[in-house]
């Protein structure tokens, strides 16, 4: 995918940009980082974004609930502004795109390459459980 003025125009475009190269780096034939794409994770359903309307109903009067529609509303918004700059892009289900979003949200380090700040994935690393404090 390319950017196409979209950084400045999406809710998360971090983790947007790098789950859209996810899911284009899955459907080729020779993946450079296949053996890490297979490892992650194929259910999600422990997310609350995924949680059944049966789920949701234990998280009535919690905050937290507001805080799982806004997400999931908020990762809508992103696919379908890429899904219209980036027409192509149509070729994944909402549902593929939340699923990559939350692999990336829940794996992604703040890293620095030649001095420059990003995120990326650090295989192996991102299995530590990394609560604060230690």
């Given at each position: ?15 947007s ?7 284009q ?47 999931i ?34 794996r ?25 404090p230690?």
């Amino acid at each position: 995918m390319y950017e196409k003025g979209l950084r400045t125009k999406l809710i998360s475009p971090k983790h947007s940009f790098l789950g859209s190269y996810i899911l284009q780096e899955k459907r080729k034939n020779q993946q450079e980082f296949a053996e890490y794409l297979d490892i992650l994770p194929k259910g999600l359903n422990d997310f609350p974004i995924f949680f059944t309307d049966s789920e949701l109903k234990y998280l009535k009067g919690s905050p937290f609930l507001d805080q799982v529609h806004e997400k999931i509303e908020d990762i809508k918004t992103d696919y379908d502004l890429i899904c219209k700059e980036v027409p192509d892009f149509q070729e994944f289900t909402l549902r593929e795109y939340s699923e990559v979003r939350m692999i990336v949200s829940s794996r992604i380090f703040g890293i620095q390459v030649n001095g420059v700040k990003t995120d990326g994935f650090v295989p192996l690393a991102d299995m530590l459980n990394h609560k604060r404090p230690k």
